[in-house]
């Protein structure tokens, strides 16, 4: 996950996705066979996803495309991501971007431009999926799950923040902070942090939540990108950073001396979803089905760090990646819930203004 400059648009804040990260090895192997089955209606000589590259991709290419890929016989390409360019495709009726990796609040914003999902037909058990708010959409469902969580360099282990208002206490818990330069999720922590419980978040008290801010703005610095936040951390420009869990995960796997803090873990929700035109939306629910399939959740959290959304896809899973899940049942249950994606659906553009003069001045 990325951000864009202050003063962009948020329909393109996550382009260029995780620029660098460490590979986590191993995976689930799918069989070897031919095509298990074929689309009805009409077909695509290429399927084309719209996502924001790097280790994600590679991930999802190697699982769920692979899997999609032996079941139809049709290769999966990727392009980056820019949301903008996909609205403006299905405005014009020309789709040719047949999956895109879709933040809960751009559904949430953008109902008219989706389809309701068949769910008859890609064959998801609501009951299977982690019973996390929006999960389960008419016109989408939960693709993975992440989630914002404290990263702090080994040695801080005895005097790190353990929670969102430890995070904000510099007295307390001496150390420099760094956090996302962007203000979906980061908003929600402050107010957090200020003492307002979560079931009483929404709607955000925006004003509030940026003179907390201010409390720790000397003592902070900013990440833009995904491996921004591991190089701060691990170079020690950092002592502790809000994070994906993701990425705290990639370094511990790769044995570099940093550790996750999961007191009040924030939860984020990604979804599939079928824009309407759609050349063969046939063939995306498809690839829906191929990626909503466990073997390929499980084979995709392996090599992205990102938590399956099935339990079924968990249970596939080593003990060690099981360990690095924000769905492992310790962790999930320490979280303090998922981010209301219907209220940034309405206030995003406001609130990334108002951030990006904060963040300038």
Aim: proline share 6%; with cysteine.
């Amino acid at each position: 996950m990325d951000k864009v400059a202050p003063g962009a648009t948020p329909l393109s804040r996550r382009q260029f996705l995780e620029r660098a990260g460490v590979v986590v090895g191993g995976g689930i192997a799918f069989a070897a066979c031919g095509p298990t089955s074929s689309p009805t209606g009409p077909t695509l000589k290429q399927f084309v996803m719209a996502d924001y590259g790097g280790i994600t991709q590679t991930a999802r290419l190697q699982s769920w495309g692979a899997l999609f890929t032996q079941r139809t016989g049709i290769p999966v390409s990727a392009v980056p991501l820019d949301y903008g360019k996909f609205k403006a495709q299905i405005q014009s009726q020309h789709v040719t971007w047949n999956w895109i990796d879709a933040e809960g609040w751009f559904v949430r914003a953008n109902g008219d431009l989706l389809t309701n999902l068949p769910y008859d037909k890609i064959g998801v058990d609501k009951s299977d999926l982690y019973a996390v708010d929006g999960a389960y959409l008419p016109n989408g469902v939960a693709s993975y799950l992440s989630t914002y969580a404290i990263g702090y360099r080994s040695e801080k282990k005895d005097k790190h923040p353990h929670n969102w208002a430890e995070f904000f206490d510099s007295k307390a818990v001496p150390g420099k902070r760094a956090i996302y330069n962007w203000p979906y999720g980061m908003i929600e922590i402050a107010l957090l942090a200020d003492g307002v419980p979560f079931a009483q978040l929404y709607p955000l008290d925006t004003d509030r939540a940026f003179k907390k801010l201010d409390t720790i703005k000397h003592n902070m610095i900013f990440w833009n990108y995904g491996s921004e936040s591991q190089q701060f951390l691990v170079g020690g420009a950092a002592d502790f950073v809000i994070a994906w869990h993701n990425r705290i995960a990639y370094l511990i796997q790769a044995g570099l001396p940093v550790s996750i803090e999961w007191g009040q873990n924030l939860q984020i929700l990604t979804h599939h979803t079928i824009s309407k035109y759609q050349p063969a939306p046939d063939v995306c629910v498809e690839f829906i089905k191929a990626a909503m399939d466990p073997r390929a959740q499980a084979q995709f959290a392996t090599g992205s760090g990102n938590a399956p959304s099935r339990k079924s896809a968990y249970n596939l899973l080593d003990d060690k990646t099981k360990s690095l899940m924000s769905t492992n049942p310790d962790h999930f249950g320490q979280s303090v819930g998922a981010i209301n994606d219907q209220w940034w659906g309405q206030n995003i553009d406001a609130v990334v203004a108002k951030w990006n003069a904060w963040a300038s001045g």
